[in-house]
C-alpha cells in the first residue's frame, strides 16, 4: 500500500520560510509527477507545484518567485521550499504523486495526510 509521508509546516510570521517534505512509503516505482496542493477554509484545493520525474516544474501564478519544489527519485520524495510567506498562503498543504501523468493532469493517484501552514501577519 503506497503511503505518502509529510513533515514540515506550522506556524510561521509573514515574511518567513518553511520547508515542507513528503516522502513515498510502500512501492518502489518511481512517480511520474510529485508535488503539492493546498486547501484553504471556504477554498477549492489548488496545485501549489508540481514536478516531473525528468525534473521539469510547474508553480501557480500565486507562488511563482517565492517556492521552489524539488525531488530525488531514488527515494521518491518531494521537498518544497517557502520563502516570503504571507497571510494568504495560510492552508492545508498536501503532498501528491501519481503514477500515469507528468503534470496531474488526469488527476491524482496519491494523497499525503495533509499538513498545516499557518502566516501570521
Known amino acids: 500500500q503506497v503511503q505518502l509521508v509529510e513533515s514540515g509546516g506550522g506556524l510561521v510570521q509573514a515574511g518567513g520560510s518553511l520547508r515542507l517534505s513528503c516522502a513515498a512509503a510502500?512501492?518502489?516505482?518511481?512517480?511520474?509527477?510529485m508535488g503539492w496542493y493546498r486547501q484553504a477554509p471556504g477554498k477549492q484545493r489548488e496545485l501549489v507545484a508540481s514536478?516531473?520525474?525528468?525534473?521539469?516544474?510547474s508553480y501557480a501564478d500565486s507562488v511563482k518567485g517565492r517556492c521552489t519544489i524539488s525531488r530525488d527519485n531514488a527515494k521518491n520524495a518531494v521537498t518544497l521550499q517557502m520563502n516570503s510567506l504571507k497571510p494568504e498562503d495560510t492552508a492545508v498543504y498536501y503532498c501528491?504523486?501519481?503514477?500515469?501523468?507528468?503534470?496531474?493532469?488526469?488527476?491524482?493517484?496519491?494523497w499525503g495526510q495533509g499538513t498545516q501552514v499557518t502566516v501570521s501577519s
Open positions: 501528491a504523486a501519481d503514477f500515469s501523468d507528468l503534470t496531474f493532469a488526469d488527476g491524482v493517484d496519491y
Open positions: 510502500g512501492t518502489i516505482f518511481r512517480f511520474r509527477a
Open positions: 514536478i516531473a520525474s525528468g525534473g521539469s516544474t
